[in-house]
């Protein structure tokens, strides 16, 4: 390991760090064993002593290494040593009517209360987002559009805005046009619209299981049946329960998440994707793919996605700006195809146009706001995090605890005891100010009753501390 030969490309103390990781991982140095001196650690890479420090700062940031006063650093966790994975629930191959809305509501009434430990929305916390350069991305929308942003936009969205967004193809290989782009108000309006277009009241959709609970709203209020496939934590979707389901019943569309699904936080492989496209278009049936978390991945390289593979125009790749910049702002966009005319029918009809102003200024940001920038240090961040909160479930939770693995994302799907009613659990966690999502709400019929989805989209502090310390207490007095 003498003197460095790092690649330029990347900074030294992210290799170094990176080097140390993978030697944590294979157990060459295991948990409490004692690391270089910052000293010796220069001199084995050749690099200097403010190098050290920050791979070691790195590394203890992560929840890897810790440092003991007049000691020196030690090994405190291997990420490698996770749980056992959550199981698979496999949901009867039938075709029914979707209910949740009453769960959802009630949830939804505190989800965001203030003043609480909020591990229940699935969004980065505000400090890890650019919000000063968006601001200025807002004063120069209003300063230089000539109506100040008052008035209708085209119904297809900013021109400006969907050349950016053809740009943002470029990172999972996609050759789009702005004239492909329709801009919506967030990704789920452009799961709906995509469903309003291929679909009509009565018709069936296969959505895997579990999913988000919003995509079964949308469902239900089109009046649409639901197939669920089943999907697990490590393949995502099972495509031959798919193929299944379209032989048994008349599928119009599909709808899935295929990169870090919420909740499972899977990611299906590029094969499997394939697969997938390939499927349904030998079946003529839309897929509506829900790409929200693909730039969130912790990897090296953002995966692809199904409309990578679509030779025919029958994937509706629909995304947004909600998980990665601005939550508030309501950026989506949908790239719907062979469908391209019905979607912008229902855009017309439905709203008409998004508004002007976040646009024009979202637009302006990913012009100029430096977003691979951000997106880099977001991603560092929530990587970190879900490896800080993975710990704090190890410690506080029950020792059969079963937890997801995401690579990406902002969640972990948690399978807790079968004594355990996480909808109870969620009732006594807000009276000590804790949020957390049951599992119950994402299926139709499948009762995830001992299941919690949990976010780390907020930065490790002592009330995340805390607060999973509380929850592994008030599950053990559950059991």
């Known amino acids: 390991m003498k003197k460095n030969n790092f690649n330029s490309d990347d900074h030294l103390y992210l290799q170094v760090a990176d080097g140390l990781e993978k030697m944590i991982a294979g157990e060459v140095l295991r948990i409490g064993d004692k690391l270089p001196s910052v000293r ?8 200097s002593m403010g190098t050290a420090f920050q791979a070691y700062y790195h590394l203890e940031g992560r929840g890897l290494i810790e440092s003991r006063p007049k000691s020196g650093y030690y090994v405190r966790f291997n990420h490698q040593r996770f749980p056992q994975l959550p199981d698979q629930v496999k949901p009867e191959a039938i075709s029914h009517e979707v209910s949740v809305k009453d769960m959802i509501t009630s949830i939804y009434g505190d989800i965001a209360a203030k003043d609480t430990i909020n591990f229940a929305i699935g969004a980065p916390d505000a400090s890890l987002l650019p919000t000063a350069k968006i601001n200025k991305s807002v004063i120069h929308a209003l300063r230089n559009t000539k109506d100040g942003c008052t008035g209708y936009e085209q119904t297809q969205g900013n021109l400006e805005l969907r050349q950016q967004i053809a740009k943002l193809s470029f990172n999972w290989g996609g050759k789009v046009k702005p004239d492909e782009v329709i801009v919506t108000s967030g990704s789920l309006e452009a799961v709906m619209m995509c469903l309003k277009a291929v679909t009509n009241h009565g018709d069936t959709v296969a959505v895997e299981c579990p999913t988000y609970f919003g995509i079964y709203q949308s469902i239900e209020s089109l009046g649409l049946k639901v197939v669920e496939i089943p999907a697990d934590a490590v393949n995502g ?14 599928v119009k569309a599909c709808v899935v998440v295929p990169n870090f699904n919420n909740p499972l936080g899977t990611c299906m492989s590029d094969e499997r994707k394939k697969k997938l496209v390939d499927i349904i278009t030998k079946n003529n049936i839309s897929l509506i793919e829900d790409d929200i978390y693909g730039e969130l991945y912790f990897g090296k390289m953002r995966p692809k996605t199904c409309k990578y593979f679509d030779t025919k125009g029958m994937v509706m790749h629909c995304s947004s700006l909600s998980k990665s910049l601005a939550p508030g702002y309501r950026i989506g966009w949908t790239i719907p195809g062979k469908y391209f005319e019905q979607v912008k029918q229902v855009k017309r009809i439905q709203n008409i146009c998004s508004p002007s102003l976040t646009q024009a200024a979202m637009a302006h940001y990913l012009k100029n706001g430096r977003y691979e920038y ?12 879900s490896l800080r909160y993975m710990q704090g479930i190890i410690q506080y939770f029950p020792a059969d605890t079963k937890i997801s693995r995401p690579a990406g994302g902002l969640t972990f799907w948690i399978e807790l005891n079968s004594k355990v009613d996480s909808f109870k659990l969620r009732t006594e966690a807000m009276k000590h100010k804790i949020s957390i999502v049951p599992g119950k ?9 001992n299941y919690i989805r949990l976010s780390f989209g907020k930065p490790w502090s002592d009330d995340a501390d ?14």
Do not use: C, V, W
């Not at 805390?466 to 007095?477: D, P």
């Open 441 to 449: 709400i994402f299926s139709a019929s499948i009762d995830y009753t």
């Open 237 to 250: 979707l099972d495509l031959d329960a798919l193929e299944k389901a379209i032989k048994k019943y008349p």
């Open 40 to 47: 010796m650690l220069s001199d084995e890479y050749g690099i």
């Open 374 to 385: 951000h997106l880099k240090n977001l991603r560092k961040a929530l990587h970190t995090q």
């Open 466 to 479: 805390y607060g999973l310390m509380m929850l592994g207490k008030l599950i053990k007095k559950m059991l």
